[in-house]
């Protein structure tokens, strides 16, 4: 089982930045290879994946509307991944869940490749 916790949302005005945190505890990062994704759902719409990290750190994925903006790390000696959010907008507002994939080691896209969810972390961003 791997337990993960989100943390570091918040009500930003566009142009603002945030950084998520994502901490993950039990089977962790030291011991399995495990693909991390941030995903989003706003009320009304359907969950998405913002961005998305291999177990190594050395590939990532992210969807088209926040390229160039948004930047997912992670620090493997802390069981920890990073969101950081630049440049936000109006329509980034959401909830942001981190996931993590027990059978993907790769920078999964897909919510049904995660197997561990956290709980999620509202973000709003006024303009």
């Known amino acids: 089982q791997v337990q993960l916790v989100e943390s570091g949302g918040g009500l930003v005005q566009a142009g603002g930045s945030l950084r998520l945190s994502c901490a993950a505890s039990?089977?962790?990062?030291?011991?399995?290879?495990?693909?991390m994704g941030w995903f989003r759902q706003a009320p009304g719409k359907e969950r998405e994946v913002v961005a998305a990290?291999?177990?190594?750190?050395?590939?990532?994925y992210y969807t088209d509307s926040v390229k160039g903006r948004f930047i997912i790390s992670r620090d493997n000696a802390k069981n920890t991944v990073y969101l950081q959010m630049n440049s936000l907008k109006p329509e980034d507002t959401a909830v942001y869940s981190c996931?993590?994939?027990?059978?993907?080691?790769?920078?999964?896209?897909?919510?049904?490749?995660?197997?561990?969810w956290g709980q999620g972390t509202q973000v709003t961003v006024s303009s």
């Open positions: 996931a993590a994939s027990q059978r993907y080691s790769a920078a999964a896209r897909s919510p049904t490749s995660y197997d561990y």
């Open positions: 039990g089977r962790t990062f030291s011991s399995y290879a495990l693909g």
């Open positions: 990290i291999d177990w190594r750190g050395s590939s990532t």
